[in-house]
């Protein structure tokens, strides 16, 4: 099935296909599967991982606080992820590479181009209040912050930069040369 042209070329398509043949041939353990599958690959509740498992109300009745409860599936940036991506995009990999300076507003748009983290604005064909992502930026800034990430001490976006916490073996190693 993976090898098949009839999914045009696309290996994601390929995959998808293969997963859910795989997942619903069996129509009661099918769904048992996937959604171990999925706690699994995304490591569900997990230090590290990057889905967190909450309690919803699925179907609302007329009475209020009546309904049939269920799990939705988030996805979260956990600390260590956000560490990652930041430090991956202020040194580009390679020996020898300096630090290149990353503002605030420069790496939101790293995270939604690259990643489709978007975090201050909606995605495409997606109606999000404005005060949402507003909260959501301030919320991800504050996260940055504590985490030792961001320095700025004015309102001026274009003035906050992301900094990285730990410094590279090759700078440690020159700055011990240069002294």
Do not use: C
Not at 5 to 24: H, W
Not at 31 to 50: C, H, P, R, T
Not at 62 to 86: C, H, W
Not at 126 to 137: H, I, K, T
Request: proline residues 4%; aromatic residues 8%.
């Amino acid at each position: 099935m993976l090898g098949d042209e009839g999914s045009d070329g696309d290996p994601g398509r390929a995959l998808a296909e293969a997963l859910s043949a795989a997942f619903t041939a069996s129509s009661n353990n099918g769904k048992e599967y996937l959604n171990q599958f999925l706690s699994s690959a995304l490591m569900i509740d997990e230090v590290n991982g990057l889905g967190k498992r909450r309690k919803v109300t699925i179907h609302q009745t007329r009475r209020k606080g009546q309904g049939r409860a269920g799990d939705a599936l988030s996805f979260v940036m956990t600390n260590p992820v956000i560490e990652y991506l930041v430090h991956r995009h202020i040194r580009k990999t390679g020996k020898g590479r300096k630090e290149r300076p990353l503002s605030y507003p420069d790496f939101l748009t790293i995270l939604r181009e690259r990643y489709g983290f978007f975090i201050d604005r909606a995605p495409p064909n997606l109606a999000v209040p404005s005060e949402l992502l507003q909260r959501n930026r301030r919320m991800f800034e504050r996260r940055l912050r504590d985490l030792g990430l961001l320095a700025g001490v004015n309102d001026a976006e274009r003035m906050k930069k992301i900094k990285w916490r730990y410094q590279a073996q090759q700078d440690a190693q020159a700055e011990g040369q240069t002294a």
